[in-house]
């Protein structure tokens, strides 16, 4: 009976209906048409099962942002890789002018005649 009455109280129903303005809000400025369309599915397939307005947003949000990945939580070590390959890419464009520069007509210069 404890759940039954959670569920239905005013303060629950407010609190997932600021969640869900702010996870749609995300979803349209990361340009992520998928997941308002997955939540807005979710949460009327959850409307026809519960009616109960709170339960079926919390079911949208949990099934657009945990099965689906709509979050999109990215691992920071990815950007560390392009940083080494761009730093590695300079390195080596650097030594390229710097060969050039001691030997214009050498291999790989523009000024090979």
Same mark, same amino acid.
């Given at each position: 009976m404890k759940l039954d009455k959670i569920l239905k109280?005013? #303060?629950?129903?407010? #609190?997932?209906?600021?969640?869900? #303005?702010?996870?749609?809000?995300?979803?349209?400025s990361l340009g992520s048409t998928e997941c308002v369309v997955i939540f807005g599915i979710t949460t009327y397939l959850a409307n026809m099962f519960t009616k109960n307005r709170s339960l079926d947003i919390l079911c949208g949000l949990f099934v657009a942002n945990v099965v689906?990945?709509?979050?999109?939580?990215?691992?920071?070590? &990815?950007?560390l890789e392009?940083? &080494?390959? /761009? %730093? %590695?890419?300079? /390195?080596?464009?650097? %030594?390229k002018e710097d060969q050039c520069k001691?030997?214009?007509?050498?291999?790989?210069?523009?000024?090979? /005649?």
């Open positions: 109280s005013k #303060v629950l129903y407010y #609190v997932a209906l600021v969640l869900m #303005v702010i996870n749609v809000l995300g979803y349209v689906f990945g709509c979050g999109r939580v990215k691992e920071g070590f &990815e950007g392009v940083k &080494e390959k /761009k %730093h %590695h890419m300079m /390195k080596m464009q650097k %030594h001691k030997n214009p007509n050498g291999k790989n210069c523009k000024g090979k /005649k």
